[in-house]
């Protein structure tokens, strides 16, 4: 996560064309972007995926939590505007979000069988609808900061969530359907042409993912009580 964070530091600042960093009246590119009513574009990124878990049972050992290994997957998307006045924007970002994350449950003996029940890969597609308020500052030269935020609704692609098989058979069930909020922040860069805009965005799921397996005391799911979506996101927006 650490690393992320560096990563998007080390972006943003590299974007920020020289005039612009040490010019104290920089020429302003694309000077009436913001005035429209409604504004259009594409996003490209990065996600990290992840689950939190909570138990019916707080054993008291981290050794029995369920252990998520997280990957990077990818992101793509279209963005729609709607400019309120100066300082706020209501965006509407429609993406597909691809992600892979693999599972370790607690609990399995040390053989070949075990081992192979014991861990489960995840892949999902998701097709996210955010609805986000974007608050900004006023534009400095060239470049504007702001922060966001607001709910959104994602439809697994890959939930399995209709399957009969459960993990007994090897089939890893979630909702189809989930909802999040969403917080994060950016900073937009007027360019001579378009408008560029790294930012960084944390997910938060709200309900419950998992669909349990047909036996109540199954050794995967007896002991959750719910299983939430926690993600990173790092995108690229071109308007």
Same mark, same amino acid.
């Given at each position: 996560?650490?690393?992320?964070?560096?990563?998007?530091?080390?972006?943003?600042?590299? =974007?920020?064309?020289?005039?612009?960093?040490?010019?104290?009246?920089?020429?302003?590119?694309?000077?009436?972007?913001?005035?429209?009513?409604?504004?259009?574009? +594409?996003?490209?990124?990065?996600?990290?995926?992840?689950?939190?878990?909570?138990?019916?049972?707080?054993?008291?050992?981290?050794? #029995?939590?369920?252990?998520?290994?997280?990957?990077?997957?990818?992101?793509?998307?279209?963005?729609?505007?709607?400019?309120?006045?100066?300082?706020?924007?209501?965006?509407?970002?429609?993406?597909? +979000?691809?992600?892979?994350?693999?599972?370790?449950?607690?609990?399995?003996?040390?053989?070949?069988?075990?081992?192979?029940?014991?861990?489960?890969?995840?892949? =999902?597609?998701?097709?996210?609808?955010?609805?986000?308020?974007?608050?900004?500052?006023?534009? +400095?030269?060239?470049?504007?900061?702001?922060?966001?935020?607001?709910?959104?609704?994602?439809?697994?692609?890959?939930?399995?969530?209709?399957?009969?098989?459960?993990?007994?058979?090897? #089939?890893?069930?979630?909702?189809?359907?989930?909802?999040?909020?969403?917080?994060?922040?950016?900073?937009?860069?007027?360019?001579?042409?378009?408008?560029?805009?790294?930012?960084?965005?944390?997910?938060?799921?709200?309900?419950?993912?998992?669909?349990?397996?047909?036996?109540?005391?199954?050794?995967?799911?007896?002991?959750?009580? =719910?299983?939430?979506?926690?993600?990173?996101?790092?995108?690229? #927006?071109?308007?």
């Amino acid at each position: 996560m650490k690393r992320f964070f560096l990563l998007l530091g080390g972006i943003l600042f590299l =974007s920020l064309p020289a005039n612009a960093q040490f010019n104290p009246n920089p020429v302003l590119n694309i000077e009436n972007k913001d005035k429209k009513l409604l504004n259009y574009g +594409y996003f490209l990124g990065f996600n990290r995926y992840g689950f939190k878990f909570d138990y019916k049972q707080d054993k008291g050992n981290q050794n #029995t939590d369920i252990q998520v290994l997280e990957s990077t997957g990818f992101n793509v998307g279209l963005i729609g505007e709607l400019r309120l006045n100066e300082f706020l924007d209501v965006r509407f970002e429609p993406g597909l +979000y691809y992600n892979a994350r693999t599972l370790g449950f607690p609990g399995f003996v040390a053989t070949e069988e075990g081992e192979r029940d014991a861990i489960t890969e995840v892949k =999902s597609t998701y097709i996210n609808f955010p609805i986000l308020l974007k608050i900004g500052t006023r534009r +400095y030269g060239n470049f504007k900061p702001f922060i966001v935020a607001g709910p959104s609704a994602s439809l697994n692609l890959g939930s399995n969530e209709k399957s009969l098989d459960d993990n007994s058979s090897g #089939t890893f069930r979630m909702n189809k359907w989930s909802y999040n909020y969403e917080l994060g922040f950016g900073i937009d860069f007027y360019l001579e042409y378009f408008k560029f805009t790294p930012s960084i965005r944390g997910v938060f799921g709200l309900t419950d993912e998992i669909v349990r397996d047909n036996d109540p005391n199954s050794q995967w799911t007896g002991n959750i009580e =719910s299983m939430k979506t926690r993600g990173l996101f790092i995108n690229f #927006t071109f308007e």
